[in-house]
């Protein structure tokens, strides 16, 4: 499994890369990444995400 500072590493490239790879942005990325990393929980840091309801699936009510 990952550690947090290696998704946080991974997810600040990537924020890189998709604003055309600035120069001097990066603390930015950096705090950015830590923010969005937070904001997903502690579920998506274990790796499990929670199911989701509903999508996909056929109802049998109605």
């Not at 500072?5 to 830590?34: C, F, L, S």
């Not at 997903?40 to 840091?45: C, I, K, N, V």
């Amino acid at each position: 499994m990952d550690s947090r500072e290696e998704r946080i590493k991974r997810r600040a490239y990537e924020i890189w890369e998709r604003e055309g790879r600035p120069t001097g942005r990066e603390q930015e990325h950096w705090d950015q990444a830590v923010q969005e990393i937070e904001a997903e929980g502690p579920e998506a840091e274990r790796g499990t995400a929670a199911p989701v309801v509903g999508v996909g699936s056929k109802s049998t009510s109605g």
